[in-house]
């Protein structure tokens, strides 16, 4: 049974959520204290976390990076908030998603299904452990790790499907179109800045494993990984 966690201070909303999702088979646990919720998670272990941005304490957008320093799990925003600004800051402080409110529950659970599906079904590696290198970069698809020699980076769902088209496809050039389709394909969230927010992420993970060049953006036509960094550790 996957387990979800409902960051949110709307007590009713909480109780439709938790109502409509245990139709569907998912086990749920609602946040209690909000100055303590990444211990309520690590207490709780869920599958998948759906985070509001407005928040007693502190917000959204903090205990998402809280979360995203301890699990990569999917993290889904559900908030009134519609602007693009919030949407993509979602995205830069580790989200999978973001759903305005009001939103129609079933819709809201087809996303559910779909981060999960992602993370640890039919999308994921399904426990055969799949690894790519280039050049002495190693991308771990089923632990989300990139590795160069002895230094790792921790990546999200996202950014490892990403760096898997990319490196699959080492030296050459892999259209928006095409890393738009592979990261969200039956996705409905979908726009250019959420593509460049992963890219950007991207570019940052590779920077810190001394790859500071290698993801190169063809213009009009989308990213190519070139391998100028060496095979050396």
């Given at each position: 049974m996957f387990k979800i966690m409902i960051i949110e201070d709307d007590g009713g909303l909480v109780s439709?959520?938790?109502?409509?999702?245990?139709?569907?088979?998912y086990e749920t646990r609602a946040a209690q204290d909000f100055s303590a919720v990444r211990a309520e998670f690590e207490a709780f272990s869920p599958h998948l976390v759906l985070l509001d941005v407005n928040l007693p304490k502190f917000d959204g957008y903090y205990w998402c990076r809280q979360i995203r320093a301890v699990s990569t799990c999917p993290i889904v925003f559900i908030s009134a908030r519609d602007g693009k600004m919030?949407?993509?800051?979602?995205?830069?402080?580790?989200?999978?998603?973001?759903?305005?409110?009001?939103?129609?529950?079933?819709l809201a659970t087809a996303k559910i299904r779909s981060q999960l599906r992602r993370a640890y079904g039919s999308y994921a590696s399904g426990g055969n452990e799949r690894?790519?290198?280039?050049?002495?970069?190693?991308?771990?698809?089923?632990?989300?790790?990139?590795?160069?020699?002895?230094?790792?980076?921790?990546?999200?769902?996202?950014?490892?499907?990403?760096?898997?088209?990319?490196?699959?496809?080492?030296?050459?050039?892999?259209s928006r179109?095409?890393?738009?389709?592979?990261?969200?394909?039956d996705q409905v969230f979908v726009d250019d800045n959420t593509l460049n927010v992963y890219v950007t992420r991207v570019r940052k993970k590779?920077?810190?494993?001394g790859v500071d060049e290698g993801l190169q953006t063809v213009r009009g036509q989308g990213y190519r990984l070139v391998q100028n960094w060496g095979s050396e550790a």
């Open positions: 439709l959520l938790e109502e409509h999702l245990h139709n569907y088979g919030d949407q993509v800051l979602a995205l830069e402080n580790g989200a999978d998603d973001y759903i305005t409110k009001p939103f129609d529950y079933e690894v790519l290198s280039v050049a002495g970069l190693t991308l771990d698809v089923e632990r989300l790790t990139l590795s160069k020699g002895e230094d790792r980076a921790e990546l999200s769902h996202t950014e490892a499907k990403i760096l898997d088209e990319l490196m699959k496809k080492a030296g050459m050039t892999v179109d095409r890393l738009l389709e592979k990261i969200w394909d590779l920077a810190a494993l």
